[in-house]
């Protein structure tokens, strides 16, 4: 069993940054991929950002791509996602969620490929 706990999110203007925090407790976190999704009113849930358990892979949503990081320390059992650059449609409650991997190279970009999620954090960003 693995427990994630998103902080971070708030509000903030259009262009400005947020990083959001997920730490995980529970089994053993470096043999977890990590996966940023979102969900906003009246939307299902997307994926955002993925990182595999080494750090070596990620993946970004096209909408994201060149605005939003992810990164992870193992060593503090917490992933990230710097959210830089930010748009009004990025207004949503921000979940993390972690797959168990067989291979330090993996990510996932899909929800029902996780494992585990998160209770989620919102971030509203205005015009």
């Known amino acids: 069993q693995v427990q994630l706990v998103e902080s971070g999110g708030g509000s903030v203007q259009a262009g400005g940054s947020l990083r959001l925090s997920c730490a995980a407790s529970?089994?053993?976190?470096?043999?977890?991929?990590m996966g940023w999704f979102r969900q906003a009113p009246g939307k299902e849930r997307e994926f955002v950002a993925a990182?595999?358990?080494?750090?070596?892979?990620?993946h970004y949503a096209d909408s994201v791509k060149g605005r939003f990081t992810i990164s992870r320390d193992n060593a503090k059992n917490t992933v990230y996602l710097q959210m830089n650059s930010l748009k009004p449609e990025d207004t949503a409650v921000y979940y993390c969620?972690?797959?168990?991997?067989?291979?330090?190279?993996?990510?996932?970009?899909?929800?029902?490929?996780?494992?585990?999620w998160g209770q989620g954090t919102q971030v509203t960003v205005s015009s």
């Open positions: 529970g089994r053993t976190f470096s043999s977890y991929a």
């Open positions: 990182i595999s358990w080494s750090g070596g892979s990620t």
């Open positions: 969620g972690a797959k168990e991997a067989y291979s330090g190279s993996y990510y996932y970009t899909t929800k029902p490929m996780y494992d585990y």
